[in-house]
C-alpha cells in the first residue's frame, strides 16, 4: 500500500499560486492520485485526480512526472476560502483501501 | 450530486454503552467506508465494505463491528463504549469501476464523544 509524505503546513498570501507537493515512492501501477480539501467540522471533499502528466479543473491542477513517485497540487491565485486541510491519497477505492496521510494544513492570509 | 449522510452530528455516550453510527448514501455505490479522524492522526480507516454483508477490516478495527445489511445504509458499532473511542467519525461511499478509480464522498462526520 502506497504511503504519502507531504508538508504538514503552508502558509500563503490571498492571490499567490499554491503548489504543495505529495511524495509516494511506493505508488503501484494501478495507483490513482487523489487529492481532497477538508474544511473543519466537514468531511473531505474531493478535488482532483490523476494518473500521469497533467490534470487541470475549474478550482487546480495536478501535476505528475513521468516516475509518478511525486505529485504536486497547484492552487492558483488562492483566497482566504482556501484555507483548509489538504490531502493527497494514492490507491483505487475499486481495488484496495486507501490510506490517508496527516495533511497539508494551508493557512492563507490577507 | 451524491449524498452521504451520516444519522447524528453529535453523540454523547457514557462509558459501556454500545453505541450505533449510521450512514446512508444515495447514490446506489457498492463501497462504503467508516474513518475515524483525530488530532494529529489525521483520518484513519476502521472498517469498509464492498458489497452487502460483506465487511473487511481497516487500519484500526479493534473495538469496532460494522452491519451492511442494505446498500445504502452501512452501520458502525461499538459493542462497549469507552474513552479513547471519543473522536470524530467519517463516512463515506464510492463506486466500483474498472479503469477508473472512483473518488470517496464523505458525510460530514459525527462527533461522539465518550465520559
Known amino acids: 500500500l502506497a504511503k504519502t509524505t507531504q508538508p504538514i503546513s503552508m502558509d500563503s498570501y490571498e492571490g499567490q499560486e499554491v503548489n504543495i507537493t505529495c511524495s509516494h515512492n511506493?505508488?503501484?501501477?494501478?495507483?490513482?492520485i487523489t487529492w481532497y480539501q477538508q474544511f473543519p467540522s466537514q468531511g473531505p471533499r474531493f478535488i482532483i485526480q490523476g494518473y500521469k502528466t497533467k490534470v487541470t479543473n475549474e478550482v487546480a491542477s495536478l501535476f505528475i512526472p513521468a516516475d509518478r513517485k511525486s505529485s504536486t497540487l497547484s492552487l492558483p491565485r488562492v483566497s482566504l476560502s482556501d484555507t483548509a486541510v489538504y490531502y493527497c491519497l494514492v490507491g483505487n477505492s475499486g481495488y484496495s483501501t486507501l490510506t490517508f496521510g496527516k495533511g497539508t494544513m494551508l493557512l492563507v492570509s490577507p | 450530486d451524491v449524498k452521504v449522510t451520516q444519522s447524528s452530528r453529535y453523540l454523547v455516550k457514557r462509558t459501556g454503552e454500545k453505541v450505533f453510527l449510521e450512514c446512508v448514501q444515495d447514490?446506489?455505490?457498492?463501497?462504503m467506508f467508516w474513518y475515524r479522524q483525530d488530532p494529529g492522526l489525521g483520518l484513519r480507516l476502521i472498517y469498509f465494505?464492498?458489497?452487502?454483508?460483506?465487511?473487511e477490516k481497516g487500519d484500526i478495527p479493534e473495538g469496532y463491528s460494522v452491519s451492511r445489511e442494505k446498500k445504502e445504509r452501512f452501520s458502525l458499532i461499538l459493542e462497549s463504549a469507552s474513552t479513547n473511542q471519543t473522536s470524530m467519525y467519517l463516512c463515506?461511499?464510492?463506486?466500483?469501476?474498472?479503469?477508473?478509480?472512483?473518488?470517496?464522498?464523505f458525510g460530514n462526520g459525527t462527533r461522539l464523544t465518550v465520559t
Open positions: 465494505s464492498y458489497d452487502v454483508k460483506m465487511k
Open positions: 447514490m446506489d455505490h457498492e463501497n
Open positions: 463515506a461511499s464510492s463506486t466500483s469501476g474498472t479503469g477508473n478509480n472512483s473518488p470517496l464522498h
Open positions: 511506493n505508488i503501484a501501477t494501478n495507483d490513482y
